[in-house]
């Protein structure tokens, strides 16, 4: 129940994305027959996302890195000894897992061709999506954080 309650906020991205797929599969079907020669081709989207993903990914480690520039302040030290500065750091460290495998997929996209182009498109957008959610409530425990420094 404890990884429940800690973990609702991963869970609830992770539902959210499996909801998005499961419509966006049963709208186009499992195998997606893509136009070639248009801007919404699969490898525009994925050049796209992966780029998105690796930017993001960036500010997010330099994030964490200021954070922890700012160890010696009241409010981080308070973080320290109430436990919330790891569980902050883990989660961190989760949403750039999810932005690293967003940017893998989104590189072996530009690489597959169909019928397994339309199952690694699936799974990055799988990956975007829960990464995005996820960065949503990190980005506001960065303002908190940063706002009260």
């Known amino acids: 129940m404890k990884f429940l309650a800690r973990n609702k906020t991963l869970l609830f ?41 690796g930017t993001i990914l960036g500010f997010l480690l330099t994030a964490v890195a200021m954070l922890t520039a700012v160890m010696d302040r009241k409010l981080v030290e308070n973080m320290r000894k109430t436990g919330h500065y790891r569980v902050f750091i883990v989660d961190c460290f989760i949403n750039c897992f999810l932005l690293l495998w967003t940017m893998v997929f989104g590189i072996i996209t530009l ?39």
């Open 13 to 53: 991205s992770f539902l959210i994305s499996v909801v998005v797929c499961g419509v966006l599969i049963n709208y186009q079907g499992v195998i997606v027959d893509f136009k070639d020669g248009g801007q919404n081709t699969p490898y525009e989207i994925a050049k796209l996302i992966s780029s998105i993903s």
């Open 111 to 149: 690489f597959t061709v169909n019928p397994y182009l339309s199952y690694v498109f699936y799974i990055m957008i799988f990956f975007s999506i829960t990464a995005i959610l996820f960065l949503i409530t990190q980005g506001h425990r960065f303002l908190l954080i940063f706002t009260r420094i």
